[in-house]
Each structure stands twice: as structure tokens, then as C-alpha cells.
T-cell receptor, first 117, second 116 residues
């Protein structure tokens, strides 16, 4: 079952709010990802966790703070966001096989549509 | 560095007809994987099909097939017998097997609208 869930589906927040996005997968995957996608653009990678350790941070502003409490969960904590941060935030997971020749397909969740006022 | 180019920003296709979505890529990696994803207006990115650079046969998954021409560095997606539910944005992506963190490089996408 290739399912990644994300909550909430929609989020509206003010620039002074603190909120969190949540992502969960039960496929036994050991890599999880956060992407940001603006309208009519491809997804942009933000963070990668591999075996619960942050392995990639694509120079994302500190107002975005990722957390991986365990191998099934991934959070994205939001604080003091700007209106330009409004976007679709996608979570993905993959098996993260250590064999570098493997497919290691990323499976995505339905996303959270974030609006910052 | 890797680059994916999708030259068709949008296209119409008649229901039940086949459609080919173009994807060309550039990479210095000898080993890599190519992926196609579908993104309906709901937002979810749905994995469709994968082709490895050393796979000798073109990948197929149901109505989806990948026309892989390694020398031309192209990996076109063919959707046979289009259905109304195929209306969506389609992204081509690649991963070099040396890529840290399994990083995917995406193309700009092609929007497909299936007409009844």
C-alpha cells in the first residue's frame, strides 16, 4: 500500500502564528522529504531525512523547522512565515536503500495548501 | 548537474486517443533513473512509471509506456487510450545514482487536457 498521509489539507495562518504540518507513512520507508510547490511550477526540495537524520537542507530559511520523531512521522514547524511562503507543501517517502543503483521511488502525499496572510 | 526539459507546456488530446509527452534530460552520471509523475488539480503527485538507465527494455505500466532513447537522452511518456481522468499536470524527473539524499530533478511539467 503506497500511502503517505498529510494533515491538515488546508492551512491559513498569519505571519505571527506558529503552526505545524504533519506527514505519516506506514510503508517501512526510511527516507522522508519535504517539498514546496508554487503554482504552475515543479516541486522544490526543502529537506531530506534518512534514517531519522537530517541529510539535506536546501538552504531553507530558519522559519521552517523540520522534525522527524520516528521513521514513520515527519513534521514541518512553521513560525513567522511571509506571504511568499504560501504554497503547496508536499511530503514524500522512499525506501532509501543503501544500494545506490536501486529505484528508490519517492511516493508523495496529497499535500497541504498553505496560505499566509 | 542535471537538467530535465519538457518542451510542451500544455496540450489537448481527444478521449481514447494516445498522447506522447516529451522529456529530454542532461546528466553527467553514468547511472540514473527516470520517473514520470502525474499531478491532478487536487495536488497529489502520483508515481506513474520508472526507467533505469541500464534497462534494455522500455518500461510499461498499464496504459503508460516510456519511450527511452538513451543516445538522444529522451524519455517520452506515452499514454494510450486517454481517459478524462488523465487530465492533469505531468512531470518528468530524474535521479543520478550518485545524487546525495536521493534528490530528484524535475522538469517544468506538461499540462494535459483530455477532451470528450
Amino acid at each position: 500500500d503506497t500511502e503517505v498521509t498529510q494533515t491538515p489539507k488546508h492551512l491559513v495562518m498569519g505571519m505571527t502564528n506558529k503552526k505545524s504540518l504533519k506527514c505519516e507513512q506506514h510503508m517501512g520507508h526510511r527516507a522522508m522529504y519535504w517539498y514546496k510547490q508554487k503554482a504552475k511550477k515543479p516541486p522544490e526540495l526543502m529537506f531530506v531525512y534518512s534514517y531519522e537524520k537530517l541529510s539535506i537542507n536546501e538552504s531553507v530559511p530558519s522559519r521552517f523547522s523540520p522534525e522527524c520523531p520516528n521513521s514513520s512521522l515527519l513534521n514541518l514547524h512553521l513560525h513567522a512565515l511571509q506571504p511568499e511562503d504560501s504554497a503547496l507543501y508536499l511530503c514524500a517517502s522512499s525506501q532509501s536503500r543503501r544500494d545506490r543503483t536501486s529505484t528508490d521511488t519517492q511516493y508523495f502525499g496529497p499535500g497541504t495548501r498553505l496560505t499566509v496572510l | 548537474a542535471q537538467k530535465i526539459t519538457q518542451t510542451q507546456p500544455g496540450m489537448f488530446v481527444q478521449e481514447k486517443e494516445a498522447v506522447t509527452l516529451d522529456c529530454t534530460y542532461d546528466t553527467s552520471d553514468q547511472s540514473y533513473g527516470l520517473f514520470w509523475y502525474k499531478q491532478p488539480s487536487s495536488g497529489e503527485m502520483i508515481f506513474l512509471i520508472y526507467q533505469g538507465s541500464y534497462d534494455e527494455q522500455n518500461a510499461t505500466e498499464g496504459r503508460y509506456s516510456l519511450n527511452f532513447q538513451k543516445a538522444r537522452k529522451s524519455a517520452n511518456l506515452v499514454i494510450s487510450a486517454s481517459q478524462l481522468g488523465d487530465s492533469a499536470m505531468y512531470f518528468c524527473a530524474m535521479r543520478g545514482f550518485k545524487a546525495a539524499g536521493n534528490k530528484l530533478t524535475f522538469g517544468g511539467g506538461t499540462r494535459v487536457l483530455v477532451k470528450p
